[in-house]
């Protein structure tokens, strides 16, 4: 009886061994599976396809079923319907959004302020900074009055986002109305943000069990050993957002122009006729969505017409002075805006124009030349060309000239075999005068 007993307790004890070994482990992992976070980067201006790229990404996190969207952000800001098609998406997100200023050197600057408060998570890395989010016209006008209106409501709105995230609604404002801007650690420390990190994966760590508002409800977010699945900027919103840049924007316009310009004045090219068109049409995307001012717009048309009428007037260089002048004005004045992102930078403009400049004064200069040359077919080409006669020549005769017969005549008679030269086309008929042989 006792072996028998003995026998039992070591099945019992395998037994209990084996659902140790294999059936523990599996209920672990059942019980707390690790988080999934979609994560995406912007770096540059906040334009509308940045703002259709965030917030498409908003909505495929969603449809995947991830724990929230990580957004690495980096922008010297951008324009207000964009940024508040963003703010709108991550406070209408249905998971939590977290926006991350990083690496170290990257800012949140303009638009990226609002962005940021507007998150669930905020946090920013080591060596970032955030601030000057004070709205900017389009085209950097508008009158005393207006701008008060524009500033006022941008201040109210950051202000609301600021109160719904429970963060510091008098800075944010300050960031709006005077342009204030401050470290990370400084951000931390005012209740800006929520957390200064070194890389994602300590944010994550910092931000498992804080209490988040996503839609209507609180959670605790269980963010640590959250999984990163990164998601790269498609083709399509690589193009859109690389055409939305203003230096880009400026170099297709004038190529465009250029383009166009040398096929009108040159027939037959081809070429650079459907390059110009392309980079035309291109050019009018992308101004759709930047801060473009028209009379800029018009200047640099101006300037074209004024090369256009140097070929066909004779200034003796003064069209062409004007026209690069009404370029240059014009190029100054595209995306005239207080906002460093919305504007051509000096360094991309001064080559441009002077290229560009130098190219339209190379084609004129083409062209006069071509038109103030001898011609040589047709019968403007007859005039002055030399050979001699078949016949004996006055009132009618043959010669030969330029390897053909034609009916000659001529004031004095000549004899078969004198060299002669062409004065006048008259028909079929060409005047001639005696002409030495060479």
Not at 35 to 56: D, H, K, L, R
Not at 184 to 213: F, P, S
Not at 321 to 335: E, N, Q, R, T
């Amino acid at each position: 009886m006792v072996m028998k007993k003995m026998s039992i307790n070591k099945r019992l004890m395998v037994l209990l061994l084996l659902l140790i070994v294999f059936v523990w482990p599996c209920c672990l992992g059942a019980a707390e599976p690790s988080p999934v976070f979609n994560v995406i980067s912007i770096s540059g201006a906040i334009t509308p396809p940045a703002a259709e790229y965030i917030t498409q990404n908003i909505s495929e996190a969603e449809k995947e079923g991830a724990y929230g969207l990580i957004i690495l952000l980096d922008t010297p800001g951008g324009l207000d319907l964009a940024m508040r098609d963003i703010a709108k998406g991550i406070l209408n997100a249905s998971i939590p959004v977290f926006v991350y200023v990083s690496p170290s050197g990257a800012r949140a600057a303009s638009a990226g302020v609002i962005i940021t408060v507007a998150a669930h998570v905020a946090g920013m890395a080591p060596g970032t900074n955030i601030g000057a989010a004070h709205p900017v016209g389009i085209g950097g006008g508008g009158d005393k009055t207006m701008m008060e209106k524009v500033a006022n409501d941008a201040a109210a709105y950051v202000r609301s986002i600021a109160k719904i995230r429970g963060r510091n609604e008098e800075w944010v404002e300050k960031a709006v109305r005077i342009s204030a801007s401050i470290t990370a650690e400084e951000a931390l420390k005012n209740g800006v943000i929520d957390y200064v990190a070194m890389d994602v994966q300590q944010l994550l760590k910092l931000a498992n069990g804080k209490q988040v508002l996503v839609g209507d409800k609180k959670i605790i977010l269980k963010t640590s050993g959250g999984i990163l699945k990164e998601r790269k900027m498609g083709a399509r919103h690589r193009i859109l957002t690389t055409l939305s840049d203003p230096n880009i924007a400026y170099i297709l316009f004038l190529v465009g122009l250029a383009g166009l310009y040398f096929e009108f004045s040159t027939p037959g090219a081809i070429l650079p006729g459907v390059v110009g068109g392309i980079s035309l049409i291109m050019a009018f995307f992308a101004m759709q969505t930047l801060p473009v001012n028209y009379a800029a717009v018009l200047l640099i048309l101006f300037g074209i017409v004024l090369f256009i009428a140097e070929i066909k007037v004779v200034s003796h260089g003064i069209l062409t002075v004007g026209g690069i002048v009404s370029l240059a004005v014009g190029s100054l004045m595209l995306f005239d805006s207080p906002d460093p992102a919305l504007r051509v930078s000096l360094g991309v403009l001064i080559p441009t124009l002077t290229i560009i400049s130098l190219f339209f004064v190379g084609v004129i200069s083409l062209v006069i030349k071509a038109q103030m040359r001898k011609k040589y077919t047709g019968k403007e080409g007859m005039i002055g060309a030399v050979g001699k006669t078949v016949t004996k020549v006055h009132e009618e005769g043959k010669v030969m000239v330029k390897g053909e017969y034609w009916g000659a005549y001529s004031d004095a008679p000549l004899e078969e075999g004198t060299g002669v030269q062409v004065i006048k086309i008259d028909g079929l008929k060409v005047k001639v005068e005696k002409q030495e042989l060479k």
